[in-house]
Structure formats: C-alpha cells, structure tokens
C-alpha cells in the first residue's frame, strides 16, 4: 500500500472485495435507549462542614432506618434486542456533532445493510475515510446510552479499534455522561448555545 499513496485506501477497499463476499457479519445487540442527561455540577464547591457536624451526620444515618428504602426498588431498564447481519458496524458518540441544548445523552450505532455492491463499497468506503459521517443508503441508526454487542459461537476474526486489532469476543459499550470535562471557549459556547449569547 505504501507504493500507491492516496490510492491506498481505495487499493484496501478493492482488495477486500476479492474476498468472500459479500462480507456480512451476524450479531445481535441488546440496547437501552438515551438517558436524561444529568444536571451540571455548580462551579463552586461548598465549604465543607466541620468535622463535629460530619461525624454527627454518619451516626444519625447510621442508626435512622429508612422506612421505604426496601420498598422502593429500581425499575428495570428496557432493553431492546437486534439481531444483525451488516458490511459494517460502527458506535460512536457525539462529541463530533455537539448539542448542548438537547436534554438526553446517547450514542449512534450504525447498522449498514448487507445488500452493498461491490463498486459502492469501494467509492463509498474510500470516501468516508475523508468525511466519517458519510452513511450508505438503508443505514439503520440506533441511540442508545448502553448497548452489548453478542458475536454467534465460533465467530473468528478481529475488530478494528483506533487502528488496533483485537480478538473479536462478546463486548459491552456504555455512555458515561461527564466524565470528562472540557475547556470551552465562551465565544464557541455562544455560538452552539444561542439562548446564552448576552
């Protein structure tokens, strides 16, 4: 691939097609679907009690039983199953395409139908390589805020990660809303959320 330069993803492409095909790979996935977005931390922190009314606090907890505490239980989340066979399978986040006024977080999943032919998988592979977003027509687009991706028994080969190959096994993705925080410059900030522009 060196030898062809900027041919070299179409030359990929191309010489995948050689292959079996159509390269289609079963799966199913169990998803949730968006979560509310948590609400933002205060930028300050309050000053933190002393430590008399600290301690005070854990024993009154300690000895207060809670009356509905074993009452309440958790609603169990709904989780949806699809069965899949796609060329490609891709989870992303986001970050990309940032909304700051939407009140729920998720991740995409892109299910690309089975059904590509040989010369669009080449065009249309080559071209997503300079613009990500691009998706074939018939993608399926899930939201989801957890998902767990399961592989058939015997399934052989390997996922491609940030250039990294690893073993291809059952794998489990979740969303985790801030957790990570981000300088943002007030100017940009203004201009993805018009309502807080003064």
Known sequence: YWYLGPLKTKAAHFFSTLKEW????QASISYTGPTERP???ADE????????RRILRRLASYWAQPQDALSQEA?????KEVQLSTIELSITTRNSQLDLTSKEDFMNICIE???VSKGDFITIGSRKVRDPKLRVAG??????SQCTL??????????????????AMPVEVKLLPRKLQFFCDPRKRGQLLPSAAP
């Open 22 to 25: 159509p390269q289609t790979h």
């Open 39 to 41: 609400p933002r931390a």
């Open 45 to 52: 922190t309050p000053p933190r009690p002393s430590l008399y």
């Open 75 to 79: 609603s169990p989340e709904a989780w």
């Open 113 to 115: 139908p089975d059904t």
């Open 139 to 144: 993608t399926e687009c899930l939201q989801a």
């Open 150 to 167: 399961l592989l058939p028994e015997g399934t052989g080969g390997s996922f491609s990660i940030d250039s990294e190959e690893y073993e």
